[in-house]
């Protein structure tokens, strides 16, 4: 998770122009030419949809459409917002109608994650080829690896978000909350399913301290411990894709407990960790 320590609601709104230029090797339920809209949202805010478009028999679909949202001012997003939410876009196919049927139906083929944080660094214009991410379900599931889906996007704002003073004094702090091991035993992974969330304060030299809430915890039982390296995943809830929840190039690697700068990493520690970390049941964020 990135937070950007800044004010911004005395500022006038900056508005981010979203551009979906095309998507590639697009495949559909019932044909390999599917008929397919966007849907755009940020910050859990839907933002539009696009026209409806067929596409081309060597799987393009040209969209061009481009959709927009403020920041600062009196809008709901804010600079906070973007280094930590990505941009989503859903891509949803129209359904051939069957005989009989009177209501259009649609099947959503997958979802990609635009990560925002560039233009946090001074970027006023940036272009991104980002991989469409199946549904479950969907038949994107199983095309090839030579033909994985994707789609071109461009992001641009008027000005700059950040001044260069601002971006070399500012902070940008970036947290991961991996797990919580040694949870209470009557937590019950196969009962009901709840949200686990944990918070963080942090300080601030504004008003009040920010918090950090970290959501969509995930329940395991113990047996065995966690991958290394594996993918980090945004603090957000509404992703259906399961491979656009991660955040692109950003991993957790792990390493030696002994180099940790923190508590329960002495030698005495390690049993106790070892046990917590393969047999214990733990939340993963």
Same mark, same amino acid.
């Given at each position: 998770?990135?937070?950007?320590?800044?004010?911004?609601?005395?500022?006038?709104?900056?508005? !981010?122009?979203?551009?979906? =230029?095309? /998507?590639?090797?697009?495949?559909?339920?019932?044909?390999?030419?599917?008929?397919?809209?966007?849907?755009?949202?940020?910050?859990?805010?839907?933002?539009?949809?696009?026209?409806?478009?067929?596409?081309?028999?060597?799987?393009?679909?040209?969209?061009?459409?481009?959709?927009? %949202?403020? =920041?600062? *001012?009196?809008?709901?997003?804010? @600079?906070?917002?973007?280094?930590?939410?990505? %941009? $989503?876009? +859903? !891509?949803?196919?129209?359904?051939?109608? #069957?005989?009989?049927?009177?209501?259009?139906?649609?099947?959503?083929?997958?979802?990609?994650?635009?990560?925002? @944080?560039?233009? @946090?660094?001074?970027?006023?214009?940036?272009?991104?080829?980002?991989?469409?991410?199946?549904?479950? *379900?969907?038949?994107?599931?199983?095309?090839?690896?030579?033909?994985?889906?994707?789609?071109?996007?461009? !992001?641009?704002?008027?000005?700059?978000?950040? +001044?260069?003073?601002?971006?070399?004094? *500012?902070?940008? $702090?970036?947290?991961?909350?991996? /797990?919580?091991?040694?949870?209470?035993?009557?937590?019950?992974?196969?009962?009901?399913?709840?949200?686990?969330? +944990?918070? =963080?304060?942090?300080?601030?030299?504004?008003?009040?301290? @920010?918090?950090?809430?970290?959501?969509?915890?995930?329940?395991?039982?113990?047996?065995?411990? #966690?991958? !290394?390296?594996?993918?980090?995943?945004?603090?957000?809830?509404?992703?259906?894709?399961? *491979?656009?929840?991660?955040?692109?190039?950003?991993?957790?690697?792990?390493?030696?407990?002994?180099?940790?700068?923190?508590?329960?990493?002495?030698?005495?520690?390690?049993?106790?960790?070892?046990?917590?970390?393969?047999?214990?049941?733990?939340?993963?964020?």
């Amino acid at each position: 998770m990135d937070t950007a320590l800044a004010e911004d609601k005395d500022r006038p709104p900056v508005p !981010v122009h979203i551009t979906i =230029l095309r /998507a590639h090797n697009l495949k559909g339920v019932k044909s390999d030419s599917p008929v397919t809209f966007l849907r755009s949202e940020f910050n859990n805010v839907l933002l539009g949809d696009s026209p409806k478009l067929e596409a081309t028999p060597d799987q393009k679909t040209e969209y061009n459409f481009t959709t927009n %949202f403020d =920041l600062g *001012g009196e809008s709901p997003h804010s @600079l906070d917002n973007v280094a930590h939410k990505p %941009f $989503i876009v +859903t !891509v949803i196919e129209i359904l051939p109608k #069957e005989k009989k049927q009177k209501e259009e139906k649609t099947a959503v083929l997958g979802q990609v994650a635009v990560d925002l @944080l560039p233009l @946090l660094q001074g970027e006023c214009n940036f272009n991104v080829t980002v991989p469409l991410y199946p549904a479950t *379900g969907s038949p994107l599931e199983n095309v090839h690896p030579d033909a994985k889906p994707s789609l071109e996007v461009a !992001v641009s704002v008027p000005e700059p978000l950040l +001044t260069e003073a601002q971006i070399n004094n *500012g902070n940008l $702090i970036r947290v991961t909350m991996e /797990a919580a091991y040694c949870v209470p035993e009557s937590w019950n992974p196969q009962g009901p399913q709840y949200n686990y969330v +944990t918070s =963080l304060q942090l300080p601030s030299m504004g008003e009040k301290d @920010l918090t950090l809430i970290f959501s969509n915890g995930i329940l395991k039982a113990g047996g065995e411990s #966690e991958p !290394v390296s594996r993918k980090k995943r945004w603090p957000m809830s509404g992703i259906m894709a399961p *491979g656009a929840q991660h955040i692109p190039e950003s991993f957790i690697l792990g390493g030696s407990y002994e180099e940790e700068d923190g508590e329960m990493n002495r030698k005495e520690d390690k049993e106790f960790r070892v046990e917590a970390e393969t047999q214990r049941k733990r939340v993963m964020w």
